[in-house]
């Protein structure tokens, strides 16, 4: 199995940081040649599960104008151009929750898109968190903060209720790492 | 908390059914306009969970553009335009494995972008799947089937071999509904 040749590029849309759109020339491993393979090249992103002390994980409530609704996320924020994923997460939780930790985890980098691209979204689960200042997002949208029990959060994600995906891809490995979910006993058997 | 008010939407670029692109004048819920927030709209795709009487799960080894890699995916496709998901869920197995199912359950419907839309991944379980054709995807890329137990599948996705967000968020409720996932003794002790 081999990789596709990009033979050319056309860019049709760039808006500043926020969008570029292109079609690709591309040749398959089987000589054809697609003259108008769409990609996207979108901000990547980070994620955060941020768990307080106490267990409980840092959730909010905000309009998202992608879905038109109130909708319950994780903490999150654009890469901004030359930064580390895991500064923009420490940037991010702060100015979003006014929390901090000194016990962060990536989790796991995510692409968006498989065919077109898009950007990639990094987990992180940050543990211990403790409140220094007050939340100051700077975001166009308004942020309540809710507290959440790591069973709370999966049963909401479950129900709809955390409808996007980069938070429901983050969740797998953080529920696995802070002991909310494990392999069930039968599954373990199964696997003896 | 209210939601935001579009005032005017104005199209940058469309490709065919892949690809609009728009700048909307929104109007904040604090009376803030803002003239150039930006919408795309991607086609919506389904992704599934396919597993044979025998446990192991339908997984996809082939090359994606988007991250200019081989990689590990479920089986997933488009959604053509009319068509209802299910439907898509029903024809893309059958495409891209040859297997069929009379055990189908919808797991999540997922946004792909929180701000701009994008598109929406909706994820099915289909259980007791058996082989009835040969593989016919008609896609630009080579597949191979690979078949791997739950835990295999878990384990491939938190390495970051399944590297695609939509399979990610599919597989927390698919392995919770088959029993490979459940809530720890522990977690289930501190909520009793």
């Known amino acids: 199995m081999r990789l596709w040749e990009t033979l050319d590029v056309r ?7 926020r969008l570029r759109v ?9 000589g054809r040649v697609i003259d108008d393979y769409l990609q996207l090249t979108t901000p990547s992103f980070v994620v955060i599960v941020a768990q ?3 267990g409980r994980l840092l959730c909010e409530r905000q309009y998202k104008h992608g ?13 901004d151009p ?3 994923p895991f500064s923009t997460a420490k940037r991010e939780l702060l100015e979003e929750t006014g929390y901090v930790s000194d016990e962060w985890q990536p989790l ?11 950007g990639v979204t990094y987990a992180f689960l940050a543990r211990g968190c403790r409140k220094v200042a007050e939340p100051n997002s700077g975001d166009l949208e ?4 809710e507290l959440k029990t790591p069973d709370e959060l999966m049963r909401a994600c479950l129900a709809g209720e955390m409808p996007l995906v ?21 599954a373990l058997a199964s696997r003896a």
Request: zero cysteines; charged letters at 20%; proline letters at 8%.
């Open 82 to 84: 030359g930064e580390e």
């Open 11 to 17: 860019e049709l849309l760039s808006v500043g940081n």
């Open 108 to 118: 796991s980098n995510r692409i968006m898109y498989a065919n077109a691209g898009g």
């Open 67 to 79: 879905p038109r609704k109130i909708v319950l996320t994780l903490p999150a924020g654009t890469i």
């Open 142 to 145: 308004e942020i309540v903060i």
């Open 52 to 54: 307080r002390p106490d």
């Open 22 to 30: 292109a079609l690709e020339r591309v040749r398959l491993p089987d």
């Open 166 to 186: 980069s938070d429901a891809a983050a969740l797998l490995p953080a529920l696995l790492a802070i002991g909310t979910l494990a392999e069930s006993p039968t």
